[in-house]
């Protein structure tokens, strides 16, 4: 005889059984006729879903939907066993109730003795004691703790429907929680495959189960949905005035508003690990909705559980509002235009919107890095294989590919590319070597004081190249020439090699060989910053890291620069691309449209302003026309879309207006399409680099012309400089000072360090002088 499964339907099930404890004989099913309409029903799901489970058991909550034929018909026809929660007189008639089959029960039939009879009919124990080995688990199935049980425990855990075990240390029964308060109600007693071992599940009360205070005896379990439901269920009453938290449960608009974006962000993330952050975004605020609605994760999982039941389903289309639309036809401007909004500059509250950068999550994102770099430190090559494997779907061998890069790597390169990169090589060497500071810096600061500044390379530099999908030599050479003309000492790269192959994309390997490279690291993300800032069995250990990323790349710079074992520098914070465009009424519509939308294309979260002086309607008309036509003739015409509509025209009134805006939002990139645009290019103060004049776009400082690409985003250019030839030195100050540059300075020296209380840097000063013969006096 089969027994009722408590755990498929939670406390839900409970409450249908009047709380009674039940017992699992594995493997076992219990179909809810009350999610099922007739007989024939039940029997399709049965013969359909259970065709392979041993012992199916039929919960009737409402027995007047069946007759006593249609309780005989499923008897005879694969359910072992009919449970109701009512006496069988209710449900049958008495004249009729002797033909009945003995095996429909009612619930209250059940007994405790008959019960734990049952139960230790299909146990066995093989230990001398005859105990019986028991695990605890939570009503989230998470282990608390392993102990035994004799007959005698497990009648009294059914009688009393808590934790009742046997103490072999004490040799007695052993109520949990009796002394110490940390007291079990027990859901259900489950039996293994084998039938020698019992599983408990209870529901946990107190500071946990292990005698040391914790939860487990298996030690503090992992973060996980339900942690956080009862994190979140602690912060909604005791959350702080001012808390995001706090915030998300008094404004539930702003809640199903987060929800919607998450939902938004996680259908068009691109790679396994923006899906899994912006899955676990989303599971956020749905649990923090389900916790302000008094909604439990258990409820969740008992939904689940029930349309699992269900053997007729919906056909599964989604609303029509949440399907994507038609593809837009070329030709029809106006169905759905692709323009920029238009603000004036007076607007202080809409031109603080416009300006305002998304949103970054770095503190956040650093509860999925932190293990990844923690597992590279502990595991070195064999972690940087697995998430190679993990996050780009290639398994390696190794994580390295050494110099000197043999030809075929990248000889399907043709003429013109390698032509291309060469000249885009040669010209940012040209810039960067005439950057180069090569002698030092000597400046006599007092008659016999000589202090001097001079440069040395930063030894060893890993340069992060982000690929995968995308192919960017740009960025390797724009981070590799530098480094080269600096003559750092040993120049690494890092890439995520390519899912189709294995294999580093041959521009990157050109460039890298052309640059005297040492080694290409075959990995991106986290695990790639971690893997040059620690180092590992095949990676040497570096002093600084440059290159763009995305939000985990950028969230290990900074983690690795602010730890001390690391001993590790970064080039600067990174955050979406972004350009702002100067113009006025003499600019060309179409270049303007064309630079805003090499910046669209970087993808939704790019920043794209227009500053207009003096604009006319008919000129921001021409611009907007423009920009729909070129929009709709990129491939990524869809990722344009979304950036353009969060995109902004800001109307000013003069040129030093304009600049002064453009200064406070201290662009990436700053365009300048205007008329003598030499003469304003002395009003830039902020800006990571500047493109002068009509014939000067984007692309050609991103390529080509010589400057660096690797620019500061987010408004770090009001502190960080573009890449250059520095990024790759260090300087080195030193003096001399003679004993007549000594009589000049000494004096201050001492005064200064007696203020400090530093008597040894007076000291120090003092013998010198003294010996000298050139002490003043009162200074003995």
Partial sequence: MGFPVLPLYGNGYQEVIASKPFLTLAPEAVVDAGQLSNVTDVLKFVQSTCSKIATV??????????????????????????????ALGDAVPKERLAEVPSSVQSVDDITVDSFTEALLANIR????????????????SRALGLVYSSTESIKLSIEKQVGVYFSRSRNEIWVKGA???NTQQLLSIEIDCDGDALKFVVQQAGDGFCHLGTQS?????????????????????????????????????????????????????????????EAADLFYFALTKLVANGVSLSEVENNLNLKNLKVTRRKGDAKPKFLPSKPETKTDDSSAPIHLKV??????????????????????????????????????????????????GVRLSTPVMNAPFPPESYQDLSEEMMEALDLSIENVRKFHAAQLQTEPLVVETQPGVT????????????????GGTAVLPSTALMLGVPAQVAECKEIVFATPPRKSDGKVSPEVVYVAQKVGASKIVLAGGAQAVAAMAYGTESVPKVDKILGPGNQFVTAAKMYVQNDTQALCSIDMPAGPSEVLVVADEDADADFVASDLLSQAEHGVDSQVI????????AKIDEIQRAVHEQALALPRVEIVRKCISHSTIIKCDSYEEAFDMSNQYAPEHLILQIQNPDKYVGLVDNAGSVFVGSYTPESCGDYSSGTNHTLPTYGYARQYSGCNTSTFQKFITSQNVTPQGLENIGKAVMCVAKVEGLDGHRNAVKIRMSKLGLLPEGFQ
């Avoid at 339900?226 to 998300?248: C, F, H, P, Q």
């Fill in 57 to 86: 058991s039929l919960l009737v909550t409402s027995p007047e939907q069946f007759s006593e034929d249609d309780f005989v018909q499923l008897l005879n026809n694969g359910v072992n066993t009919v449970y109701t929660n009512c």
């Fill in 125 to 140: 124990t093989d230990r001398k004691d005859e105990l019986y080995t028991t695990l605890v688990v939570d009503q989230y």
């Fill in 179 to 181: 002394t110490s308060g």
């Fill in 217 to 277: 005896c298996f030690g503090k379990s992992k973060h996980g949905l339900y942690e956080l439901e009862a994190l979140l269920a602690d912060r909604k009453i005791n959350a702080v005035e001012g808390s995001y938290t706090r915030r998300l449960f008094n404004d539930e608009e702003l809640l199903n508003a987060k929800i919607k974006e998450e939902a938004e962000e996680l259908t068009e993330s691109d790679s396994r690990e923006n899906l899994a952050w």
């Fill in 343 to 392: 603000i004036q500059g007076s607007d202080v509250a809409a031109v603080q919107e416009a300006v305002t950068r998304p949103i970054q999550k770095t503190t956040e994102i650093m509860h999925l890095v932190n293990p990844i770099i923690d597992n590279i430190k502990s595991k070195g090559d064999k972690a940087l294989i697995e998430y190679t494997e993990k996050f780009d």
């Fill in 451 to 466: 202090c001097s500044r001079f440069p040395r390379p930063i030894e060893k530099v890993g340069l992060y190249i982000p």
């Fill in 610 to 617: 227009l500053v207009g002086v003096n604009l006319s309607d």
